[in-house]
């Protein structure tokens, strides 16, 4: 399945082998230890490589919670009477969707998604870019999206990626849609990027936005076991990036005053909507900090049938 997708979700894999969505997160693990895919959360994907990407259909079905959350804050950050651009992506197609809401918006994107969820929102004008469709995206790029972008300034950029390391800031496998995004970046005056925890500490083939660059960062908090997610989350909260954490119950966060003229971070400092990583109240029942442990780690002991139904299981989820 994952190799004829791209990426599945655990949901489908435990319908799939008719088992529970533990059972199968534990197996995924294990395939995983063995190089045959990679964890995302709530899913599996093919094994990395810089210029790997998944399309459309794959990516709507990963954490999508966390990307509900994040969209949920970020809509917050915009005011009445804004101009912004959105980029494309599933988590900036959710901003969309709530920025429907918001009277007096214009907003320029080069995503079909983006333009399809306030196609019916009356009070939004919505400007889109010229360019060659990409259809894995639903996102117009090339020399057309480029130029139709010059001149153009706004109060901020919403954009998402594929990848997001403290080193090299936000990036993505497609070298037409990079250069498109850094387009995007020229025409804004601050710089939003929405990524969930999966892709902290992910990086990719072609850099889009430098983490000078970066304004701010709404993303949703790393699960206790996802130490590599947790420390560049920090590094990233070092170097400047303003944190917005989002959570089930997270309140919008309020939309700050416009950026000043001459565009670039405000303030100097970082801006945190809600604690990092480091500073998490211990909850009861948590996993260790180097998360569950394989199936191998169980105590000694016979091999009996449960034994036998897991290999014939893990057997199962390697063919498909």
Known sequence: MVRANGAVSLRELARVVQTSEVTVRRDVRALEAEGLLDRRHGGAVLPGGFTRESGFPQKSHLASAEKTAIADLAAGLVGEGEAVVVGAGTTTQELARRLARVPGLTVVTNSLL???????????EVVMTGGT?????YALVGSGAEQSLQGLRVSRAFLSGTGLTAERGLSTSNMLSASVDRALVQAAAEVVVLADHT??????MF????????????????PAHEERAAGELQALADQGVQISLAGPHQPPAEAPPPPPAGGGRSGGGVRREAPLPGQR????GAPPPGGP???????????????MGERGR????RRR
Not at 133 to 137: A, K, P, Q
Not at 294 to 307: E, I, N, T, V, W
């Open 114 to 124: 983006v333009a399809q969820a306030l196609a019916h929102a009356n009070r939004v």
């Open 133 to 137: 469709l990409r259809g894995s995206n």
């Open 199 to 204: 892709k902290l500490g992910s990086d990719t």
């Open 207 to 222: 850099q889009t936005v430098p983490t000078d660059l970066i304004t701010r960062l709404v993303t949703d908090e790393p």
């Open 281 to 284: 109240r211990t909850v009861h």
């Open 293 to 307: 442990q394989l199936r191998g780690s169980a105590g000694p002991g016979p091999l009996g049938d449960q034994q």
């Open 314 to 317: 893990m057997a199962d989820l």
